[in-house]
């Protein structure tokens, strides 16, 4: 039963409504208690004011838009309005800093968004690098009990289980740059975390319309996890075929830690209109793309993290977000960071 509960029936702990299912929440407070003892309040408190981390990257494709200013790294604004339009609040996390920061980061973030984008994995104090330790920071607390979501979407999407590998680079080229697909549920996907207790309006559109934006030159195969045994502790949830008729896994989730991945870019359907053209725009796509985002912050709020007046001064909110997509940026608005931040 604690088992259970602890290992991955999270939707037990989620009230869809603003009635609390007391029964999961009194199972939950008896679980937490026998494994943590002291630390019951922190996790049991649902934390109506979430802190998300998301990762920014290394610049290079954005650097000649800004000819005579100092960038180092950025973030597109489409991600950050992504957790916004959930009610949720974003700390940038900076590339190329020490391991102390990043760990520093999880310990006071109810949550990380590792965004899309085109970085390579091996450059040293890049994105990958970041990545690798704000996995092993977010993994070793899960593993002591606390409850520390992460969502990776394209670029994320394939960064997680490389640094779980700890730098194991197994993916498939892929050929799937602007095109939008319908998802291919695997038979048991409603045993998901992700998908069992969405709508089933949600679950149809999804199915049926064209509306994931896939965007990406690499990608998974079912054989490229089950060859690092990867399917051990993920789940694949659906896989979509590329031009060339690979088959690619769109979308996953660990099986008992809430991790979270997909290969298409549900934040582009609401906020990019470059690489998502109108017949992403509909309100049956905006439906998709707004259910992934509430979906993940509503995660981030069973994290009782609060380090709310200590991160104050370092939110997105002390940066402008600077429109490019009238320069033919694919990005309408991106965060720049100088090599200072
Ligand atoms: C993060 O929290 C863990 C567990 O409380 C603690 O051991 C560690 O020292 C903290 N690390 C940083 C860098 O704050
Ligand atoms: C992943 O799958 C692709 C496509 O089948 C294959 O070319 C590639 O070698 C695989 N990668 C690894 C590391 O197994
Ligand atoms: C969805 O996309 C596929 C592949 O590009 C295409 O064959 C199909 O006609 C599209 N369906 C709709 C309803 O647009
Ligand atoms: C996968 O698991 C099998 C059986 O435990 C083991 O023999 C093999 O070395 C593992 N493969 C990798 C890539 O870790």
């Known amino acids: 039963m604690c088992g259970n509960l602890l290992s991955g029936n999270y939707n037990q702990l989620k009230s869809d409504t603003s009635v609390v299912n007391m029964s999961a929440w009194v199972q939950l407070l008896y679980c937490v208690s026998l494994v943590l003892g002291s630390s019951l309040a922190e996790i049991t408190a649902r934390n109506e004011r979430p802190i998300i981390g ?22 597109a604004a489409s991600y950050v309005k992504f957790v916004e339009s959930s009610g949720g609040r974003v700390l940038p996390i900076m590339i190329g800093h020490d391991k102390d920061y990043y760990y520093n980061i999880i310990n006071k973030t109810n949550g990380l968004l590792l965004p899309g984008g085109g970085v390579w994995f091996n450059e040293t104090k890049g994105y990958a690098e970041a990545g690798q330790h704000l996995y092993d920071a977010a993994l070793a607390l899960n593993k002591a009990g606390d409850f520390y979501p992460i969502w990776g979407t394209c670029l994320g999407m394939e960064l997680i289980p490389y640094v779980a ?8 080229h892929c050929y799937s740059k602007k095109i939008s697909l319908p998802l291919n549920f695997k038979p048991d996907y409603k045993s998901s975390r992700l998908f069992s207790t969405a709508p089933k309006e949600i679950i149809n559109i999804l199915k049926t319309e064209n509306v994931t934006v896939n965007s990406h030159g690499f990608c998974f195969t079912e054989a490229n996890f089950t060859r690092y045994n990867l399917t051990d502790e993920w789940k694949v949830l659906s896989t979509n075929v590329d031009r060339d ?8 989730e660990h099986k008992s830690l809430p991790f979270y ?20 725009h509909t309100s049956n796509a905006i439906k998709t793309s707004s259910y992934f985002a509430d979906f993940f912050v509503d995660e981030c709020r069973k994290n009782g993290h609060n380090f709310e007046k200590e991160l104050a001064k370092d939110l997105i909110y002390k940066y402008a977000p600077r429109y490019i997509g009238i320069l033919g940026s694919i990005y309408e608005q991106v965060y720049i960071f ?4």
């Open 245 to 252: 008729g690979l088959e690619f896994i769109s979308s996953y």
């Open 338 to 341: 100088s090599s200072k931040d």
């Open 54 to 75: 998301i990762l920014a990257q290394e610049s290079y494709s954005i650097n000649k838009f800004f000819p005579n200013e100092d960038v180092h790294s950025f973030i």
């Open 165 to 172: 590998l700890n730098g194991e680079e197994l993916r498939a």
């Open 261 to 280: 991945g997909v290969q298409f870019h549900p934040e582009k359907n609401l906020f990019e209109f470059e690489r998502a053209p109108t017949t992403l």
